[in-house]
């Protein structure tokens, strides 16, 4: 783990909540230089601290209203079928994010489609018929309450 400072979680703080901030306008919200401000963002991006930056798109805007969790089952327990699994989830672009669990299903996926059409497609001609998975069980988001929010840094 980095170590970090009290300007660094002010770093992060202010990237979390607006990335496309200077490094001008963050100087003046953590209270260093701008070229302070630089040299640590870039030690943190090379730390792997900050792992990229993105815009955050409005899934019903771009067409992919329908947000759905499914939960899927391996087949069998081995560490083949589990890579055969994750490289299935890297290639299939209407995962959003994918989560290893404990308990009754092997894994979650969070995925984002245009219309249940979508979802059947996916569910029946892409997980189902693969060779790993057992069982899927899907859950349909009727309405987000939080979209992924900032990671709650200690108090600087």
């Known amino acids: 783990m980095t170590a970090l400072d009290a300007f660094d979680w002010r770093l ?3 990237l979390q909540q607006d990335a496309s901030l200077t490094n001008a306008a963050l100087a003046e919200r953590v209270g260093l230089s701008a070229s302070q ?3 640590r963002r870039q030690r943190l991006e090379q730390e ?3 792992q990229g930056y993105r815009a955050a798109l409005d899934p019903s805007a771009v067409g992919l209203g329908v947000i759905v969790f499914i939960h899927v089952a391996l087949d069998t327990h081995s560490r083949d079928n589990a890579r055969r699994f994750r490289d299935l ?3 299939t672009p209407a995962v959003l994010e994918a989560h290893a669990l404990t308990g009754e299903a092997d894994y ?3 995925v984002a489609v245009g219309d249940l059409k979508e979802l059947a497609r996916l569910v029946n001609e892409v997980l189902m018929p693969h060779e790993s998975v057992a069982r899927v069980r899907s859950e349909i988001a009727l309405e987000t309450l939080k979209e992924p929010g900032l990671l709650p840094l200690p108090m600087t």
């Open 48 to 50: 792997g601290v900050i």
């Open 89 to 91: 989830v890297r290639l």
């Open 12 to 14: 992060l703080d202010a």
């Open 108 to 110: 979650l996926l969070k």
């Open 37 to 39: 401000v630089s040299r």
